[in-house]
């Protein structure tokens, strides 16, 4: 059986040929469980709050150490790296990075037509006195 990440858009899993390190969803304590569930912010088709399965974990690239952490006042005692609900969707992100190319492209052109010119007028002998 192939389990994957229950973060949105992650797509790491667990198969014999990948040995990644995924983390149950926690049970007990009751806090705890809800602070994961919380740290995923996800959302079931009918919009209502998701509730973990026994089967949905949550795989080590979420962990800044790369591991869960029992001890309350540890980081990693939820998870909190990559937890995919960045509001820009992958388009947008694709976009703007689009758009900044563009500027940077447009300013290299201006940038090279200013240097040829500055050029040209380096090289150009000032005009002759009486023509």
């Given at each position: ?11 790491t899993r667990f198969d ?7 983390f149950r969803v926690p ?105």
């Amino acid at each position: 059986m192939v389990v994957s990440c229950c973060v949105v858009n992650c797509t790491t899993r667990f198969d014999k040929d990948n040995p990644n390190s995924f983390f149950r969803v926690p049970k007990k304590p009751d806090t705890r469980r809800k602070l994961w569930i919380s740290a995923i912010k996800r959302r079931d088709q009918d919009g209502k709050a998701w509730e973990p399965s026994d089967h949905d974990r949550v795989c080590h690239l979420h962990f800044i150490s790369g591991q869960k952490s029992n001890d309350k006042s540890n980081p990693d005692y939820v998870p909190s790296i990559n937890m995919g609900y960045d509001e820009r969707t992958d388009a947008s992100l694709r976009a703007a990075r689009h758009d900044r190319l563009q500027k940077r492209d447009a300013e290299k052109g201006r940038q090279e037509v200013a240097s040829v010119l500055l050029d040209l007028s380096e090289n150009v002998p000032p005009p002759e006195k009486g023509m």
